[in-house]
């Protein structure tokens, strides 16, 4: 009798831990089942499980599909865009300061480029481009460079070149913030336009 009372108890012990097994795995399972009830629309799981789909070619709610190029396409651009869509020819160390500013200064280019310095510049190197803007302050507050006065002898007494090539290049350095570079905020006719505007804050 103990005999087959021990052989009870230990079949007793097994189905006891086979209940417990499959307990644990359902909980399992209602657990990864919850978190993707978790996800609202158009954002990321909790759990991501697949990354790599996030830089797929899909779109979100409210976002319209991104249609891409056909393999072998051959970019193509109308007589009438005036866009500037082509690559910019490279300027080697030393190459800008020979570069002559194409602008003929009219009042339509003086109010383009004072657009240009007020949406662009002005934070930084004041309304008058004196170096007071608001963010100058702030630099100074972080121990930075301030931004320049254009109207100074530093900017003066730089070619039309070298100042389109800060425009281009920045002023940022490897210790200090300072001036982003703009060659893929601007366009290069809007530098120059930029150029002719701060030569006219310094009355030239």
């Known amino acids: 009798m103990s005999h ?4 009870g108890s230990d079949k007793l012990g097994a189905g006891r831990s086979t209940r417990r097994a499959l307990l644990l795995v359902v909980v399992l ?7 993707g009830c978790l996800a609202k629309s ?9 990354a790599e789909m996030h830089y797929s070619q899909s779109y979100r709610a409210q976002e319209p599909p991104r249609l891409s190029s056909p ?8 007589a009438s865009d005036t866009r500037e869509l082509t690559r910019e020819p490279a300027i080697g160390p030393g190459g800008y300061s020979a570069l002559t500013n194409p602008v ?8 383009a ?6 949406v662009n510049c002005s934070m930084c190197h004041g309304t008058e481009g004196l170096g007071d803007g608001r963010v100058s302050a702030f630099l100074l507050a ?16 730089r070619t039309d070149g070298e100042i389109f090539e800060l425009i281009v290049q920045g002023g940022a350095t490897s210790t200090l913030l300072g001036m982003p570079a703009f060659q893929n905020l601007l366009s290069p006719s809007d530098r120059w336009l930029l150029v002719d505007y701060i030569r006219e804050l310094q009355g030239n």
């Open 71 to 78: 393999l072998g396409a051959v970019p193509f651009k109308f």
């Open 142 to 157: 972080y121990g930075s460079a301030p931004a320049a006065n254009v109207t100074g002898a530093g900017t003066v007494s």
């Open 29 to 35: 399972i209602v657990a990864i089942a919850a978190t």
């Open 42 to 50: 158009g954002s990321y799981a909790p759990i991501d499980w697949a």
């Open 104 to 111: 003929t200064r009219t009042a339509a280019t003086s109010a």
């Open 113 to 118: 480029g004072a657009e240009l310095f007020r």
């Open 4 to 7: 087959i009372a021990g052989i």
